[in-house]
């Protein structure tokens, strides 16, 4: 049975992806030829095995694990910061006054601009890193939290609080199920701007990482070694991008806009 | 909050943060070789900006940045418009975006300095596939949202397809466009800053860094300041720009 | 005026309730209701009427406690009114649904502020279910129902808390013509098997003279009784029968007349 149902599947992924095929089929055959030295553009092929070369035998695990380490703590303590402090702006005028245009002029500032100055703080070893992860993907969820938590209709509250709810107990109840779905988005911002802010504060100056590697390959004009950091890097994109749509399909399964 | 509000607020929040950063500094609670004074940084820019190796650099960037810029714009938008308009168009384009749509762009400076060489043509073309993505997404959404109703209107007004796009489906998707726009000007700022960053031979991006690797602190927060107030500048121009043209929105 | 040895017995009682709304800045003042006086008796259906923006519904939410009034005293079983209760249960015509929560959850809400085993809670809950017909819909979430099944589910919702007094803001405002005709009936089925003290706001006079006891006329702002008219027209209030009763039509003439002279603005 499910050798029937495999075939149709991998035939509509060919289809419904034949660009992307057809660019590493170009790839390939323009590599092999000759026509660009091998240097500048390795064939798919060759790239793939250097890849199973430096998971197994290299270092490819370790630095997937420091820039891995990094991103996640950043990316969690800026979650479990920016979710509290969107709905306290939401709830409360003063603070809502003082941040709310912290926020709108810190948007178009280049915040890796800020990256040297963490480094004169905590060095260039993980924290500096984290620091600046943490500063990037706050900016996407306060916003987001807060535009859910600010809109929450009225009327909602006053059933529930005409069903006994107390003052108290509505943010639980009521407020924070009705922001998830803002939460949700911004989280995925705040995901893909983290993975940007770790491979390129790691590319700038660290020891360890995949951005690390990559640039220490560059410098050693080891191209192969190159295109597998940035393999990997984008098939951590995705897969973090897969799991949290999947995750989110489940959560909000409730909510009426199909695509969110 | 009203608009007088708003700018009353703003003022207020930013003077507590540089009163802060002041005080922070000058009590000697941070030491000012990690953190000098507010007042010194921003009186640091002022002399950088005046002075001629600086200039330099800044003119660099601002170079780079706006090619980058404009090449991204002049190719996307068109490609996102027509992929609203043809379905092989979309599905040719639809699969790589939506596959590298979480795939973080900066990781290809080093492969294209490789190529490129470290000078401005690798930094343009990382802007350019930076701004990519989040323009295209965004023209294909305005251009998508145009009510059929309005374009049968139009049709049945007698205009041909050209002018249906050029005077309907156009105006009608600037708005999600200058959205977009807006996203894609950050993200070229981080960009073009970064590669310089990591090439980290010409430019503010480089710059800063070297003053980080001399121990120049104080240069470091000044041109900080100087980026910071670039970025803002060029939002706030492009939201002025934004609001004379869609006055009517 | 319902008394007992000089006791107002009156399940809600209304006394001069104003509403002034302040704008702040030039103290430009919205006087919305100016000295409501009210009285609905145990087991009522109670309807206002009125122009839009008269004040109706401004004192529904004084009534249920969302909104305090600017003078005035509100009594509920004898008890003053200062904040929403469970004695007071509202319907909205948005519905105002829990969207996270299926048709069962939603029911089950107020019953779980309770402190009631989880049996006999799932059986309250299926008791209403059954009786607003929602029997095979309970997993469903609410972006899953039409507009008549959201306002059932709104209605079994409030009902399973057991309110005294059950308020009812335009509650069939978003439905189409044909659900809403429809839904009437289905309320007065379920007000005759649970007689709940019902202060229904309607923008339609038909509706009103259909479902109630009595119908008070609004002036138009600031809000003001102009009228209590009493509907004589003897219950079980069928449909096909009523529409050609004379009376029925007196009626609603009479209605007519009384809010067409507000909304032109004659007093």
Redesign the interface.
Same mark, same amino acid.
């Given at each position: 049975m499910k050798k029937k149902s495999i075939l149709p599947a991998i035939k509509k992924t060919f289809s419904?992806?034949?660009?992307?095929f057809l660019?590493f089929f170009i790839w390939e055959i323009i590599s092999r030829s000759g026509v660009v030295h091998p240097v500048?553009l390795p064939p798919v092929s060759k790239i793939i095995v250097r890849f199973f070369e430096l998971l197994f035998f290299g270092k490819l695990v370790y630095h997937t694990g420091q820039s891995m380490l990094r991103m996640w703590i950043g990316l969690g303590l800026a979650t479990l910061v920016s979710v509290p402090l969107g709905i306290m702006m939401a709830r409360s005028s003063i603070i809502r006054?003082?941040?709310?245009?912290?926020l709108?002029?810190g948007?178009?500032?280049?915040? @890796?601009? @800020?990256?040297?100055?963490l480094?004169?703080?905590f060095g260039v070893l993980h924290f500096s890193k984290i620091a600046l992860i943490f500063i990037e993907s706050a900016f996407p969820i306060i916003m987001a939290t807060f535009n859910g938590a600010i809109f929450v209709?009225q009327?909602?509250i &006053?059933?529930?609080?005409? +069903?006994?709810?107390r003052r108290r107990k509505i943010l639980w109840k009521?407020i924070l199920?009705?922001t998830?779905p803002h939460i949700f988005m911004g989280f995925r911002v705040g $995901?893909?701007v983290s $993975? !940007?802010a770790v491979?390129?504060s790691e %590319?700038?100056?660290s020891a360890e990482g995949l951005?690390h590697l990559? %640039?220490s390959?560059?410098r050693v004009?080891r191209?192969t070694d190159?295109?597998v950091? #940035?393999g990997m890097?984008?098939f951590l994109? =995705?897969l973090?991008?897969r799991i949290f749509l999947s995750l989110r399909r489940k959560a909000l399964? &409730?909510? /009426?806009e199909a695509t969110l | +909050?009203l608009k007088e509000n708003?700018i009353f607020?703003?003022v207020?929040?930013?003077s507590? @943060?540089f009163a802060l950063w002041e005080g922070l500094s000058r009590t000697g609670i941070i030491t000012s070789e @990690?953190l000098p004074p507010f007042t010194t940084s921003f009186y640091g820019s002022l002399q950088l900006i005046a002075s001629d190796e600086f200039s330099k650099h800044l003119l660099a960037s601002s170079y780079r940045w706006a090619i980058g810029f404009s090449i991204s714009l002049v190719l996307s938008i068109p490609i996102g418009i027509y992929m609203a308009r043809s379905k092989r168009v979309y599905n040719?384009?639809d699969?790589?975006l939506t596959?590298?749509? /979480?795939? /973080?762009?900066?990781? %290809?400076? /080093? #492969?294209l300095?490789? &190529?490129m060489g470290a000078g401005d043509l690798s930094k343009v073309t990382v802007i350019v596939i930076g701004c990519f993505i989040p323009l295209v997404i965004s023209a294909y959404h305005g251009a998508q949202g145009v009510e059929t109703s309005i374009i049968w209107s139009a049709k049945a007004m007698g205009m041909g397809e050209r002018a249906v796009l050029f005077r309907i489906i156009l105006p009608a998707s600037l708005p999600t466009i200058f959205s977009g726009i807006r996203m894609a000007?950050?993200i070229s =700022?981080?960009v073009v800053?970064?590669s310089e %960053?990591?090439a980290r031979q010409s430019g503010l991006g480089y710059y $800063?860094?070297n003053?980080?690797e001399m121990g120049l602190?104080q240069t470091?927060?000044s041109?900080?300041i100087i980026?910071?107030g670039i970025? =803002?500048f060029?939002?706030a121009i492009f939201s002025l720009i934004m609001r004379k043209v869609l006055v009517w929105a | 005026m319902a008394f007992s040895n000089g006791v107002n017995m009156a399940k809600l009682l209304v006394q001069q309730i104003s509403k002034t709304y302040n704008s702040g800045k030039e103290s430009r003042e919205v006087e919305a209701l100016a000295g409501i006086d009210l009285e609905v008796n145990e087991g009522e259906f109670f309807s206002l009427v009125g122009p839009s923006g008269c004040g109706k519904s401004t004192l529904l939410?004084i009534i249920?406690?969302?909104i305090p009034p600017s003078g005035g005293k509100i009594f509920a079983n004898g008890k003053e009114v200062t904040?929403?209760?469970?004695d007071?249960? !509202?319907v909205?015509q948005?519905f105002?649904l829990?969207? &996270?929560?299926?048709v069962i959850q939603n029911i089950l809400?107020?019953l779980e502020?309770?402190k009631i085993k989880r049996e006999e809670r799932l059986a309250i809950a299926s008791k209403y279910i059954e009786m607003t017909s929602l029997r095979g819909m309970e997993h469903l979430?609410?972006?899953e129902l039409s507009g008549g099944m959201k306002q059932r589910v709104a209605i079994a919702?409030?009902l399973a808390?057991n309110?005294d007094i059950l308020l009812m803001d335009e509650p069939f405002g978003s439905l189409d013509a044909q659900t809403r005709v429809f839904m009437q009936d289905e309320l007065l089925r379920i007000w005759d098997e649970t007689r709940k003290t019902v202060l229904f706001v309607t923008h339609s006079i038909e509706e009103a003279v259909h479902l109630s006891d009595r119908v008070a006329v609004f002036s138009h702002r600031p809000g003001r009784i102009k009228e209590i008219l009493p509907i004589d027209i003897p219950r079980p209030r069928i449909r096909e029968e009523e529409v050609s009763r004379g009376q029925y039509i007196k009626l609603i003439n009479y209605l007519w007349k009384a809010v067409e002279r507000e909304v032109k603005g004659f007093s």
């Open positions: 419904q992806y034949y660009s992307v660019i500048l006054s003082f941040l709310e245009p912290l709108g002029l948007f178009p500032i280049p915040k @890796i601009g @800020i990256y040297p100055v480094i004169i703080f209709e009327k909602l &006053w059933s529930a609080e005409s +069903m006994g709810t009521i199920p009705l998830l $995901l893909i $993975l !940007i491979f390129l %590319m700038i100056a951005g990559m %640039m390959s560059s004009f191209s190159m295109f950091a #940035i890097i984008s994109g =995705l973090f991008d399964k &409730w909510h /009426p | +909050m708003r607020y703003t207020l929040s930013t507590i @943060i @990690i040719f384009f699969p790589l596959l590298t749509y /979480p795939v /973080p762009k900066a990781a %290809m400076i /080093p #492969i300095m490789l &190529w000007l950050a =700022l981080i800053l970064g %960053m990591i $800063l860094f003053s980080l602190y470091t927060y041109v900080l980026i910071s970025g =803002l060029l939002d | 939410y249920g406690g969302f904040s929403p209760g469970i007071r249960g !509202i909205f948005e105002a829990f969207p &996270w929560k299926t809400y107020g502020q309770r979430y609410p972006k919702r409030t808390c309110p």
